[in-house]
């Protein structure tokens, strides 16, 4: 006699963090935002990097899920090389949120353009810097 027999099955939802990596010149900025973004459980700041070299090695080595972008130009050539650098860490895969010292609505173009997904004020409110993190790579909680 043959039995039939069912492996108890189990679903378990495990929530995923969102990895994050922060470029900005300014260490102040750079720990601010970092210490701002550690208070959120489901968060993992990978790195926090003064320049693009740096930060597209940590790319390399951490795989961040976001890049918070810290512009620190807008004008003419340098702002071509923050448009080259953005295309770079897009072009890697990692969705980009460019944090601008004021809003520029012809810089904000060219930005999302070259593949960044949010544009913000770098003076944004923790809770909705975290709002637009999240949208851009919801947990499961």
Known sequence: MYQIGYAPTSIALVMSETKILIMDRHAEVRKALAKR???VDYYQIVGAVADVPSLLRQIRQTQPDIVLYGLHTTHGVKLSSSL???QQ???TGVDVIVLSPFIDEVERDL???AGAKRYLLKHI???HLI???DILH???L
Do not use: G
């Open 37 to 39: 973004l550690q208070s």
């Open 84 to 86: 080259y650098d953005i």
């Open 89 to 91: 860490v897009v072009h």
């Open 111 to 113: 930005i999302l353009q």
């Open 125 to 127: 409110n923790t809770p």
């Open 131 to 133: 709002q637009e993190i």
């Open 138 to 140: 919801p947990v499961l």
